[in-house]
């Protein structure tokens, strides 16, 4: 049976891990691949790496710390941030990813979604969504239509809205050729009130791909509202896997508890 | 290591091949990744990796010449180890494109039928139908990291090359063996510490098929 993923997520900049609230007050957390291996041997699914600063000109930066993780922790590893083109994706793969996150550039240019599915499958192209809930009347799309879903995507790390309904850009992101969709709610991101499983189920009952869910863990009890009311495949996180208020292990153990198929910590390290 | 057996890694542009690289290497293998079918001369151990869709997959194979030498490689029964993409190829064609591919094992590479949710992305069980050196040390049922939406289907259910099975909605085969071949659809580079044991498995398997007294042609 196919087991329900946990995936830590670490924001790199400059070549660390940096830890701060929604990319302000950013603190040096350590060494990427170091952090890793350590995640790995915790019993991490995967991982996800997400370039905060997107630079161009630190991309030889990143490529490396890629090359470095995929030398230490046998796991799959998605990149997200500062992808622009196949060619860009094609370094992020040969340098050691399996996939590559895409978000705001996805947005403006929907076509790189098809190009990238189309070049390395769709297996490798994850479309990374920031919504957030529309209040009131609310902001309206392109169209001039009301949001329909109630969700909104916002883009640049969550803090502009783009007037696109964040379910049916979920549609189309598959259409396009997604073969996983990273769904965070910006309006838990941070809280650590519990993921948004409204959000995450107006998604996951229109697409056939996974969903991840992110955006607002706490505890253990989080992770398995994401699946069971939320409709999830894989939840991830990141502060509280950073900070140890919650160990991976604690996670899985509440979610084989409530029923939720794991994979198991390793036993065995390979050292 | 220097005198390990040398695994030759098939690179035809499809992707990451630093995880198979490095698996490879940590088991003891040198590791030569090659570019041109003429390359794979030498080699102990030919590994077919890959990920995506088969038509792309077989005109670049085509284009670097490398059909004719993984097909006598093959025929040859030299140590084959052929993951995910690397697999699917070896059936005779594919329901994704309709891509004619390498024909070695009967059958198509047909969308996965009954999943719950595809591609089937994530860390599914292995079950062994038999018993095979290659999964020496590893649990019956032991978690592997898959992705993918198309899997091969052999005509014959129970085909004698049937290696293991794993279930996303229905059941399908998740690892097949014949002589010296494996295909397996799960990426054991990506696979932990399971999946690092199968390929030190698979690498010491082909040390042992090494025969001392055949000079090899490269200078590796």
Same mark, same amino acid.
Request: charged share 25%.
């Given at each position: 049976?196919?087991?329900?993923?946990?995936?830590?997520?670490?924001?790199?900049?400059?070549?660390?891990?940096?830890?701060?609230?929604?990319?302000?007050?950013?603190?040096?957390?350590?060494d990427p691949?170091?952090?890793?291996?350590?995640?790995?041997?915790?019993?991490?699914?995967?991982?996800?790496?997400?370039?905060?600063?997107?630079?161009?000109?630190?991309?030889?930066?990143?490529?490396? /710390?890629?090359?470095?993780t995929?030398?230490?922790?046998f /796991?799959?590893?998605?990149v997200?941030?500062?992808?622009?083109?196949?060619?860009?994706?094609?370094?992020?793969?040969?340098?050691?990813?399996?996939?590559?996150?895409?978000?705001?550039?996805?947005?403006?240019?929907?076509?790189?979604?098809?190009?990238c599915?189309?070049?390395?499958?769709?297996?490798?192209?994850?479309?990374?969504?920031?919504?957030?809930?529309?209040?009131?009347?609310?902001?309206?799309?392109?169209?001039?239509?009301?949001?329909?879903?109630?969700?909104?995507?916002?883009?640049?790390?969550?803090?502009?809205?783009?007037?696109?309904?964040?379910?049916?850009?979920?549609?189309?992101?598959?259409?396009l050729?997604?073969?996983?969709?990273?769904?965070?709610s /910006?309006?838990?991101?941070?809280?650590?009130?519990?993921f948004?499983?409204?959000?995450?189920?107006? /998604?996951?009952?229109?697409?056939?791909?996974?969903?991840?869910?992110?955006?607002?863990?706490?505890?253990?009890?989080?992770?398995?509202?994401?699946?069971?009311?939320?409709?999830?495949?894989?939840?991830?996180?990141?502060?509280?896997?950073?900070?140890?208020?919650?160990?991976?292990?604690?996670?899985?153990?509440?979610m084989?508890?409530?029923?939720?198929?794991?994979?198991?910590?390793?036993?065995?390290?390979?050292? | 290591?220097?005198?390990?057996?040398?695994?030759?890694?098939?690179?035809?542009?499809?992707?990451?091949?630093?995880?198979?690289?490095?698996?490879?290497?940590?088991a003891?293998?040198?590791?030569?990744?090659?570019?041109?079918?003429?390359?794979?001369?030498?080699?102990?151990?030919?590994?077919?990796p890959?990920?995506?869709? %088969?038509?792309?997959?077989?005109?670049?194979?085509?284009?670097?010449?490398?059909?004719?030498?993984?097909?006598?490689?093959?025929?040859?029964?030299?140590?084959?180890?052929?993951?995910?993409?690397?697999?699917?190829?070896?059936?005779?064609?594919?329901?994704?494109?309709?891509?004619?591919?390498?024909?070695?094992?009967?059958?198509?590479?047909?969308?996965?039928?009954?999943?719950?949710?595809?591609?089937?992305?994530g860390?599914?069980?292995?079950?062994?139908?038999?018993?095979?050196? %290659?999964?020496?040390?590893?649990?019956?049922?032991?978690?592997?990291?898959?992705v993918?939406?198309?899997?091969?289907?052999?005509?014959?259910?129970?085909d004698?090359?049937?290696?293991?099975?794993?279930?996303?909605?229905?059941?399908?085969?998740? %690892?097949?063996?014949?002589?010296?071949?494996?295909?397996?659809?799960?990426?054991?580079?990506?696979?932990?510490?399971?999946?690092?044991?199968?390929?030190?498995?698979v690498?010491?398997?082909?040390?042992?098929?090494?025969?001392?007294?055949?000079?090899?042609?490269?200078?590796?």
């Amino acid at each position: 049976m196919l087991r329900r993923r946990v995936i830590p997520c670490l924001d790199v900049a400059h070549g660390r891990v940096v830890k701060g609230t929604r990319f302000v007050d950013l603190v040096d957390a350590g060494d990427p691949p170091e952090l890793a291996e350590r995640y790995a041997r915790e019993g991490a699914d995967e991982l996800v790496y997400l370039d905060i600063t997107a630079a161009p000109e630190e991309r030889g930066t990143l490529l490396d /710390i890629v090359e470095r993780t995929a030398r230490r922790a046998f /796991i799959p590893l998605t990149v997200g941030g500062g992808v622009r083109s196949v060619d860009e994706m094609r370094d992020v793969l040969r340098a050691g990813a399996d996939k590559v996150s895409l978000n705001t550039r996805a947005v403006a240019e929907p076509d790189l979604v098809s190009r990238c599915a189309a070049r390395f499958g769709s297996q490798a192209v994850v479309v990374a969504i920031d919504a957030r809930r529309v209040t009131g009347d609310g902001p309206r799309d392109a169209g001039g239509n009301a949001v329909a879903s109630g969700f909104e995507v916002v883009v640049r790390g969550g803090r502009d809205p783009v007037g696109l309904d964040a379910v049916a850009w979920a549609v189309r992101a598959v259409e396009l050729g997604a073969g996983e969709l990273l769904v965070t709610s /910006i309006d838990r991101d941070g809280t650590g009130a519990g993921f948004d499983t409204d959000l995450l189920r107006s /998604i996951a009952d229109r697409v056939e791909v996974p969903v991840i869910a992110s955006g607002g863990a706490a505890g253990p009890a989080d992770f398995v509202a994401a699946v069971r009311e939320g409709g999830a495949d894989a939840v991830l996180a990141a502060g509280i896997f950073h900070r140890r208020e919650v160990s991976i292990a604690d996670v899985k153990a509440g979610m084989a508890a409530a029923g939720l198929p794991v994979r198991g910590t390793p036993s065995e390290v390979a050292a | 290591m220097s005198d390990g057996p040398l695994a030759a890694v098939v690179d035809y542009g499809a992707g990451n091949l630093v995880s198979i690289d490095q698996a490879l290497a940590t088991a003891g293998a040198q590791v030569r990744c090659v570019t041109r079918g003429a390359d794979i001369d030498g080699a102990d151990l030919l590994v077919v990796p890959g990920v995506g869709a %088969a038509a792309p997959a077989m005109d670049r194979l085509g284009a670097a010449g490398f059909i004719e030498p993984i097909l006598g490689w093959i025929a040859a029964d030299r140590p084959f180890l052929g993951i995910c993409l690397g697999l699917q190829l070896l059936f005779e064609g594919s329901d994704e494109d309709g891509a004619g591919t390498l024909g070695v094992l009967p059958g198509r590479t047909e969308r996965l039928a009954d999943a719950p949710t595809l591609p089937h992305i994530g860390w599914n069980q292995v079950s062994r139908t038999r018993p095979h050196p %290659a999964f020496d040390g590893i649990d019956e049922g032991a978690d592997f990291y898959f992705v993918h939406s198309y899997v091969g289907v052999l005509p014959d259910q129970d085909d004698e090359a049937i290696l293991a099975r794993t279930t996303h909605g229905s059941s399908f085969v998740s %690892a097949v063996a014949r002589g010296r071949l494996l295909g397996v659809q799960f990426h054991p580079e990506r696979s932990g510490v399971d999946g690092l044991r199968l390929v030190a498995n698979v690498v010491r398997l082909a040390a042992g098929e090494r025969s001392p007294a055949t000079p090899s042609s490269s200078a590796a």
